[in-house]
C-alpha cells in the first residue's frame, strides 16, 4: 500500500493530500479516498478568493455511493481551481495525484504545512 502513496506529498487524516509548489499549495484526495468514494461524478469547486480554514469544509465530492465533504489542509485564500473537474470529475479516480487536484491556495500560514502527515505516517494511518 505505501508504495502507491507519494513521498513528495504531504497528508490528512481526512485523505486529502497537499502538495507545496513555492508560495502555493495544490490540494486533493488520496487514491485511498478515490477507491473507497468509487467512480466521482461531481465535484462542487471552491470559488476563487474564498478564505479557507483548515480542518473546515471547503468542498464536495459525490460518487456512485457517497457523498463526501473537502476539508481543507490549511487555511488560505484560494487561487486556482481545477475547472477541468467540473465536465469531467472521474479524472480524479484516473489521476488523483496529478490531473485530478482540486484547488491551489495561498497559505495564510505556512506554519500549518508542518503539521501535515507525510507519506509514512498517511500510510500507517491506512493500516
Partial sequence: MSDSIPQN???????????IEGKTVVVGVTAH???AL???VYVELPKLGT????GKQFGVIESTKAVS???????????KVNDELTGNP???NTDPYGAGW?????????????????AAA????LK
Fill in 9 to 19: 506529498l504531504k497528508y490528512t487524516k481526512e485523505h486529502e493530500w497537499a502538495r
Fill in 33 to 35: 479516498a478515490q477507491e
Fill in 38 to 40: 468509487g467512480d466521482v
Fill in 51 to 54: 478564505q479557507l480554514v483548515e
Fill in 69 to 79: 465533504d473537502l476539508y481543507a489542509p490549511l487555511s488560505g485564500t484560494v487561487v
Fill in 90 to 92: 472521474s479524472i480524479i
Fill in 102 to 118: 482540486i484547488a491551489e491556495i495561498e497559505p495564510s500560514d505556512a506554519e500549518q504545512v508542518g503539521k501535515l502527515l507525510d
Fill in 122 to 125: 498517511y500510510g500507517a494511518l
